[in-house]
């Protein structure tokens, strides 16, 4: 069964290794575990601009993770930040598998606002 949870930095340590992310932790980092194994890794921290902004800086997946499960992970994730306060989120960097949740380049960036996350273009469904 797959899960998702929060890890404090001492925890998230063993996770780099075991996931083969290198350097030490930092910001807030959530894993997904299939079983007890952690299989995906979600790191972001906050960066104050203009605006608060939640800055996804590191999604790594073990080798042999299905798309299916690729997909169940950034779910879960975004239903999460979709959550809380809106905030603008960005990915580093041009990533085209982000267009189908609506993120747009920006200054060599991907972004949207968290209460802009399309989470239902698989099936064809509109957000409003």
Not at 50 to 65: L, N, Q, R, S, T
Not at 107 to 112: F, V
Request: net charge negative.
């Amino acid at each position: 069964m797959l899960t998702v949870k929060y890890v404090n930095s001492s925890e998230a340590a063993d996770i780099y290794r075991v996931l083969g992310v290198e350097g030490e932790p930092f910001g807030s980092n959530f894993v997904m575990y299939d079983e007890a194994s952690p299989v995906a890794l979600w790191r972001m921290q906050i960066a104050i601009e203009d605006e608060p902004v939640g800055v996804i800086e590191k999604i790594h997946f073990a080798p042999g993770v299905e798309e299916g499960d690729r997909t169940f992970f950034l779910h879960a994730m975004f239903f999460k930040l979709i959550e809380g306060a809106p905030v603008k989120l960005r990915i580093e960097g041009k990533r085209e598998e982000f267009e189908r949740f609506g993120f747009k380049e920006v200054g060599g960036n991907m972004e949207i606002y968290s209460r802009d996350v399309n989470l239902h273009y698989m099936c064809g469904g509109r957000k409003n």
